[in-house]
């Protein structure tokens, strides 16, 4: 049997210009989904596409097929090029373009409306007078829907601003049609204004007001719908301009200024007192306090030395620093958390995903039920005023933009505020688990913890020197990544030089073993030591007995068939764990420690910060079964870890939470990543998950409810076909005004 190899392929982003509806994103998706080998994901409210393609087909091509459909498509600009003053903001042209439009729109058709609402104005010839100003509204101020109909004609498709475009354009034929045909261009004609139908052959009704209101209404709400849909992506493009972007970098003893982006790793810069730092780094020279809060929430400034980690677009508060780069570019924290953001923000959830298949049917479906509506009318006597009256309400009223902004927006939102947090969500599905929720699962060591382990106390036996037992255990601890072995590695050469090790093994969860002139040294585990027929004396387990009951780690160091001693290691618990339990409680959740850790140890953190279950002496390999367990006894769980021994069981559980200050590993593993150490963070990602979630469901079961109750009213011929426009802009505002209200999130 031969196997095929999958293509490799790679990650396109496009910005798209043009889009005016959900219906857009749909036809521009389905589009650069039929070709071979492509995935793609457009949003409507980010305005971008995010494609999985194969290596060889450029993005010219999937430019060539977006602009085919009907829109235009660039490949985003570089950081750099993002930097440059002079270089042209196309949002912001189009925002310009729109509220000079708009303006216009308003100058134009405020007294059109007027005159038409009030018959007491009406003077002779005031139809006249309307149709001059209304005419430029309609055609001027809605070209950008006349155009955007005309090119979705040419390809065969509908949207939103086919609606527009034919209401409009209806109502002022139909006008001009009883201005030039009929009897409302007679002097002295006056016009009453209805909200519902009433019957008439038509020739003296004039739809000016209509035609010029309805290109006003929705001149503002699109107008103020791109303003909101840019302060919703604010938080994302505040995090992307929080790099430094010029640094200084030293050369032979010499300070030289260049461009971040011409840092590479293992470069030393300085930062001065009140600069940021320019790329995650190692500190080589000097002491300082560094403000994290734009990057982590974290509002004290934490202490800094020699040797320290710094990460880069963070403050330095305090005295001058020399740091040595590490990352740089796309590796650095600051990227991968915006990274994170914008793949989050581009996701679509289940519930999104039918909105968008809605949407794409939808216009089609309201221009068949605008000419049924013309056809019922006309069939019942109504008149052609009457039968265009309630066909033009249905087409102005039924747009569909409510529907496709209503889960982007809030996700916009939603992960932007979470990003100034230090709260980074990976996508919308992570917002349905946290819904479900009911356990979780806390890794002891780093999480409920400091995770920085101290040497307290070495015991030896009879016959032992203190400082020899530290010495060969600290040798072969020196070898291990594992924290209590870093501790005792430490305490032993803080006491003086370390000797050579061989064969060193590491047995993960139980020891590690090494040969040290000539001597093999275990340190691990009391099982450790009996699977190895070690003695262990009295004194020895009175010893490891009293340790443990304080509340710590006790080691065994054992040589030549006997224990020698017990290292007693110790971790101090976080000062704010015991708060982020009360509040995973407050939110119904269970919280379960889980640690690998001896049980007196866990029992003792469990105790002093308030959790009742403890799952004690746990090997790495085994938390995955814990989690299972806990799902197969009906529990939805969800994990917090740290280390790379955690990712596994993060990857298992239904939601992981992953410490920002633990590894790679865990953190990729993860649905939600915790910037902080600190485990409140926790708590409150669920709630600012919940909360996003309830905010889409609000927006969703709005704009379902709104096209439901609307189209009927429409149709029916209540709405004026004007008022109609207003409430259909008043729609989308309101499922933009809702998402918004997540920035106001503590």
């Not at 959830?349 to 794409?360: C, E, H, K, W």
């Not at 009223?397 to 889960?407: K, M, N, R, Y």
């Not at 015991?459 to 601890?477: M, N, P, S």
């Not at 924290?483 to 061989?502: F, H, Q, S, Y």
Request: aromatic share 4%; hydrophobic share 50%; charged share 20%.
């Amino acid at each position: 049997m031969t196997t095929t190899e999958p293509e490799p392929t790679r990650a396109v982003e496009l910005e798209i210009s043009g889009m005016t509806c959900a219906s857009c994103a749909v036809r521009i998706e389905n589009k650069l989904n039929r070709l071979e080998g492509v995935t793609a994901t457009v949003n409507y409210a980010t305005e971008k596409a995010t494609i999985t393609a194969p290596v060889e087909l450029a993005p010219a091509s999937l430019i060539n097929v977006v602009e085919q459909t009907g829109y235009t498509a660039t490949v985003p600009a570089s950081p750099a090029d993002r930097d440059e003053p002079d270089r042209p903001d196309p949002a912001e042209s189009e925002l310009t373009s729109l509220r000079q439009r708009l303006i216009g729109a308003i100058v134009l058709g405020v007294p059109v409306i007027i005159l038409a609402m009030i018959p007491a104005l009406q003077f002779n010839y005031w139809q006249w007078a309307s149709l001059a100003l209304a005419a430029p509204a309609v055609i001027w101020a809605g070209w950008p829907f006349h155009r955007a109909a005309l090119l979705n004609l040419r390809h065969g498709a509908a949207t939103m601003d086919t609606l527009i475009s034919i209401g409009t354009l209806a109502a002022f034929g139909w006008s001009l049609y009883a201005l030039f045909l009929g009897t409302a261009g007679m002097p002295g004609m006056r016009h009453p204004f209805r909200l519902t139908i009433e019957p008439s052959d038509g020739a003296g009704s004039l739809y000016l007001e209509v035609a010029a209101g309805v290109i006003m209404f929705v001149l503002a709400g699109r107008y103020l719908e791109k303003r909101s849909k840019r302060q919703a992506g604010a938080a994302l493009r505040a995090l992307l301009d929080l790099g430094a972007k010029r640094v200084a970098v030293l050369r032979g003893g010499a300070e030289t200024m260049i461009d971040v982006a011409e840092l590479a790793v293992g470069m030393r810069f300085v930062v001065r007192p009140g600069e940021k730092i320019a790329t995650d780094g190692v500190i080589t020279e000097g002491r300082s306090a560094v403000d994290a809060s734009m990057l982590t929430g974290e509002s004290v400034p934490v202490e800094v030395g020699e040797g320290d980690p710094v990460i880069g677009a963070t403050v330095n508060a305090g005295g001058r620093l020399v740091v040595r780069a590490t990352r740089v570019g796309a590796d650095t924290q600051l990227a991968q958390m915006a990274r994170l953001v914008e793949e989050a923000q581009s996701g679509k959830s289940a519930v999104q995903r039918l909105a968008d298949r809605v949407s794409g049917v939808f216009v089609p479906i309201v221009i068949a039920i605008a000419v049924a509506t013309l056809g019922f009318w006309l069939g019942t006597g109504a008149g052609p005023a009457g039968a265009i009256t309630a066909a033009v309400a249905v087409l102005i009223i039924a747009c569909p933009c409510a529907l496709g902004l209503a889960t982007p927006t809030a996700l916009l939102v939603g992960t932007g505020r979470g990003a100034q947090l230090g709260i980074l969500i990976k996508g919308p599905e992570v917002l349905e688990a946290t819904r479900e929720i009911d356990t979780i699962v806390l890794d002891k060591t780093g999480t409920v913890t400091t995770g920085t382990m101290t040497l307290h106390q070495v015991v030896a036996a009879d016959g032992t020197e203190t400082e020899e037992a530290l010495r060969l255990a600290g040798a072969v601890e020196h070898a291990s990544e594992h924290p209590i072995a870093k501790a005792i590695a430490k305490a032993a050469a803080e006491a003086g030089e370390l000797p050579a090790v061989t064969d060193f093994a590491n047995l993960e969860g139980r020891g590690v073993r090494g040969t040290v002139a000539g001597r093999e040294i275990l340190v691990g585990r009391p099982s450790f030591l009996a699977e190895r027929d070690v003695a262990v004396d009295d004194q020895l387990t009175t010893a490891r007995a009293k340790a443990e009951d304080d509340g710590r780690t006790a080691v065994l160091v054992a040589w030549d068939g006997r224990a020698r001693a017990v290292l007693s290691v110790g971790d101090a618990i976080k000062p704010t764990s015991a708060e982020a339990i009360r509040r995973f409680t407050a939110l119904g959740l269970t919280p379960v420690l889980l640690t690998g850790d001896n049980r007196a140890v866990a029992e003792r953190v469990a105790a002093e910060v308030g959790i009742e279950r403890v799952i004690a002496e746990v090997l790495p390999q085994d938390k995955v079964e814990v989690i299972t367990k806990l799902q197969a006894e009906g529990r939805v769980v969800a994990m917090v870890g740290d280390g790379v021994n955690d990712a596994a069981a993060l990857a298992a559980a239904d939601l992981g939470l992953a410490m920002g200050t633990g590894t790679d590993a865990a953190i990729e593993a993860a649905d939600l990543t915790l910037v902080r150490g600190d485990l409140r963070v926790a708590a409150d990602a669920i709630r600012l998950a919940r909360r996003t979630l309830g905010t889409i469901k609000i927006n969703l079961f709005w704009a379902f409810a709104y096209n439901t109750a609307a189209i009927p009213l429409a149709a029916a011929g209540l709405l004026n076909p004007m008022l109609a426009g207003a409430a259909m802009a008043v729609s989308s505002l309101f499922v933009v005004g809702n998402s918004l209200r997540l920035r106001s999130f503590r």
